[in-house]
T-cell receptor, first 112, second 110 residues
Framework: DVKVTQSSRYLVKRTGEKVFLECVQD?????MFWYRQDPGLGLRLIYF???????EKGDIPEGYSVSREKKERFSLILESASTNQTSMYLC???????????FGAGTRLSVL | SQQGEEDPQALSIQEGENATMNCSYK?????LQWYRQNSGRGLVHLIL?????REKHSGRLRVTLDTSKKSSSLLITASRAADTASYFC??????????FGAGTILRVKS
């Protein structure tokens, strides 16, 4: 089974801090995704990457950036955290577009 | 970009009844996927249906896809209390972009 590991389950940060959320997958998957999940809004795509050093904006990229220096690792960066970025963040990966994605357990981020 | 629109937003049924959830979308897709999320947990993949397929089954799950109407449905037959969860449709667009709907909250009462 594919394992997608997110570095933290819970994170508390202060407004203005730079925040790094890390995601690692162990199955050589091409595609990786970052979503945020808020009640009533489902999962909204922040960024995705289909190859090393490649990144594409999702539907809500504002306030976020990403890094994919190695195939197995996809990092989400909040340059200056704000309270409206308090949310559950989910990372996923997939081998290619024709197969389903595997998800990490999520990181619940609180920005105070 | 598009997002799948799911209907209903919430569904409450008795154990043993069937549950049907619908997903509509706007533009062409490579495939459509259904996921389940139990409270406080990560997402689990249920079924993937390709754009050239019309129906797929997996145990008590049946998914249909109508590309002319740009809609899909997920049917859970003989529901159980353990099926209580949120269900999401996800659209794999061409270009590897995977976008989700807002989800349907299913509650199965025993």
């Amino acid at each position: 089974d594919v394992k997608v590991t997110q570095s933290s389950r819970y994170l508390v940060k202060r407004t203005g801090e730079k925040v790094f959320l890390e995601c690692v997958q162990d199955m050589d998957h091409e595609n990786m995704f970052w979503y945020r999940q808020d009640p009533g809004l489902g999962l909204r795509l922040i960024y995705f990457s289909y190859d090393v050093k490649m990144k594409e904006k999702g539907d809500i990229p504002e306030g976020y950036s990403v890094s994919r220096e190695k195939k197995e690792r996809f990092s989400l960066i909040l340059e200056s955290a704000s309270t409206n970025q308090t949310s559950m963040y989910l990372c996923a990966s997939s081998l290619h577009q024709a197969v389903p994605a595997s998800f990490g357990a999520g990181t619940r981020l609180s920005v105070l | 970009s598009q997002q799948g629109e799911e209907d209903p937003q919430a569904l409450s049924i008795q154990e043993g009844e069937n549950a049907t959830m619908n997903c509509s979308y706007k533009t062409s897709i490579n495939n459509l996927q259904w996921y389940r999320q139990n409270s406080g947990r990560g997402l689990v993949h249920l079924i993937l249906i390709r754009s050239n397929e019309r129906e797929k089954h997996s145990g008590r799950l049946r998914v249909t896809l109508d590309t002319s109407k740009k809609s899909s449905s997920l049917l859970i037959t003989a529901s159980r209390a353990a099926d209580t969860a949120s269900y999401f449709c996800a659209l794999m667009e061409y270009g590897n972009k995977l976008v989700f709907g807002a989800g349907t909250i299913l509650r199965v009462k025993s």
